[in-house]
């Protein structure tokens, strides 16, 4: 008897998880980006926002919380709800370099969350001011030796992956440089702008519109082969071998949201993320969709 009824309580939790998912959702969803708007984390996210109200009729309401390598909003998003209404656009710096980087964080990636499914895999672009007298890694690198006091450099905050990728710069040429952690990449190619950093390596998604319209030189990108937006721009690893990152964006809901609602939402992921048009828009910009199912996507976040 205790079998009979253990099997009955299990299959009435499962089709009530599945009725929540069948009339899942009923009202607006919240998406919280962890870094400030006008970065590539804002602009996947309001692609996902965009097609998921065309079809559901409900709003994806994309709130920027920056701070801390994107660990405040992660942890604001640990301790929501589990019902499919409030979900985290994480990032290879929320879920995979913070949990090695900080002692103490709000939440714990593979406890705290669902893994939902990758949104986009991003190159990071190596970019300078146009007034360094530098037209390529090889020159960037014999400039930033030659000088004592170092340059400096940007990022889109302590701990992402455009801080690390120039650490990795540092580390591979022994340059010296100077960090100046920005809150957006938006501030950092304004702070660029106005001439107080000399470089940056951030996501291409967001620098390669301002390099193609001549505001900032573009020197290369940080993947393994060339990307096919800019097929004349060089890796840096063409300079310095072994020199290779990219960074991923991807949608994480708290843990114990019904399975079927995960499920649901990796489904949405993979439809709007494969529309032609979609696919297209994030070439331009170098990204690339990368769609998996839920259970991947752990997996990936982990090896991450």
Known sequence: MKRRH???????????QTARADSWPQRNVT????FLAG???????????????????????????????????TGIVAKAPPDGYTLALGTVSTHA????L????????????????PLVRLPNLLVVRNQLPVKSVAELVAYARSRDEGLNYGSSGNGTSSHLCAVMLMRAT???????PFRAASEEMAAMLGGQIDLAIDSMTTLWPLAGSGEIRALGVTTAQRVAA?????????????????????????AGTPRPIIEKLADEVRRIFLLPEVVTSLEKVGGEPLPMQPD??????RAE
């Open 230 to 254: 800019a097929p004349d721009l060089p890796t840096i690893g063409e300079s310095l071998p072994g020199f290779e990152a990219a960074g991923w964006q991807g949608l994480f809901a708290p």
């Open 31 to 34: 998406l919280i980006v962890p």
């Open 296 to 301: 991947q996507f752990a997996a990936f976040a």
């Open 102 to 117: 900080y002692s103490r964080l709000a939440y714990d990636p593979a406890r705290d969350f669902e893994a939902i499914s």
């Open 174 to 180: 022994g340059a010296r440089m100077v960090h100046i």
């Open 39 to 73: 970065g590539s984390a804002d602009l996947v996210a309001r692609i996902f926002s965009q097609h998921f109200q065309a079809k559901y009729g409900v709003s994806v309401i994309v709130e920027n919380k920056g701070g801390a390598g994107g660990s405040i909003a």
């Open 97 to 100: 370099i913070n949990p090695v």
């Open 6 to 16: 253990f099997l009955f309580v299990s299959l009435g939790l499962s089709l009530l």
